[in-house]
């Protein structure tokens, strides 16, 4: 940019700020949604702590070329950038939410993302978005975490269990030859 204005100085700052200080990014096309769908889109995604912006393409370029991230091809049409920033944000809520919302709505088009540093595809984003909820995986991990400790209990109690049955079978059997 030659001689930038510092308002563009000011975008191109804020954008590479809120990529740095991004978990995930999903660039999507929102041609034809209309401004009450926008809206709705922008309140579901606060609550799963992410948040969209629509920048100028040629700004967000800038940022991310300042930052090594090689976005340019997504960068195409019209573009808002779902952002969920580090340790506030959920990702996968976000994706899920965009999932969904891309559905319901065929005027938003999921383009790619990035997570931290490592690009998207669509497929990705998509795929991203089939993660069980944190709660369900931290439930699956405790759970196989209890298994082995589960069956250790188990097996130290079948050794009395098993003795106790050996023993009144031994008595049963007994008991008629005394008789």
């Known amino acids: ?21 991004a978990d995930a990014t999903v660039l999507t096309e929102y041609r034809g949604l209309s401004v009450a769908a926008m809206a709705k889109l922008r309140s579901e995604l606060r609550a799963s702590g992410g948040e969209v912006k629509v920048y100028k393409n040629t700004l967000v370029r800038f940022a991310a070329r300042d930052l090594g991230l090689e976005i340019d091809d997504l960068l195409t049409g019209p573009t808002a950038i779902a952002f969920v920033p580090k340790g506030t944000g959920d990702a996968v809520g976000v994706a899920k939410i965009l999932k969904k919302y891309a559905a319901e709505n065929e005027a938003l088009v999921i383009k790619g993302g990035l997570l931290g540093t490592s690009r998207l595809s669509p497929a990705d984003v998509k795929a991203l978005a089939e993660v069980p909820p944190r709660e369900q995986l931290l439930a699956e991990l405790a759970g196989l975490m209890a298994a082995p400790t589960q069956q250790f209990v188990n097996l130290l109690d079948a050794v009395p269990r098993d003795f106790a049955y050996a023993l009144n079978a031994l008595i049963e059997k007994l008991e008629p030859a005394a008789a």
């Open 1 to 21: 940019m030659e001689n930038p204005r510092p308002e563009k100085i000011a975008v191109v700052d804020e954008v590479r700020e809120r990529l740095r200080n």
